[in-house]
């Protein structure tokens, strides 16, 4: 499949797994929890494939909404959460 046809394609799934390579346990339960608290989301949960692999399969479906879509979501709000966390931080360290 061309690569611009696959794009096209993901923005219309409803269900999808997604790889993140590099990444463990850390993001994939806090894309978990945020992903399951989305309304329209059925189903959120990721895998290691194997312990010795830096890499987690985080699988998503929902009701309608692009299963892309939601992720992008999911991680501009971890994203905030965390810049949220680390302005706290500095302010009491300060």
Not at 54 to 59: F, G, K, Q
Request: hydrophobic share 35%; glycine share 4%; proline share 3%.
């Amino acid at each position: 499949m061309e690569e611009k046809n696959y794009y096209e394609h993901m923005r219309t799934l409803t269900h999808a797994t997604f790889c993140f390579e590099n990444e463990d346990h850390t993001l994939g339960n806090c894309l978990r929890c945020i992903l399951l608290q989305k309304e329209g989301v059925e189903f959120a949960g990721y895998t290691v494939p194997h312990p010795t692999q830096a890499e987690i399969n985080l699988r998503i479906q929902t009701t309608g909404e692009p299963a892309i879509n939601i992720l992008k979501d999911a991680l501009d709000e971890l994203s905030n959460m965390c810049d949220i966390m680390l302005n706290k931080f500095d302010s009491v360290v300060k």
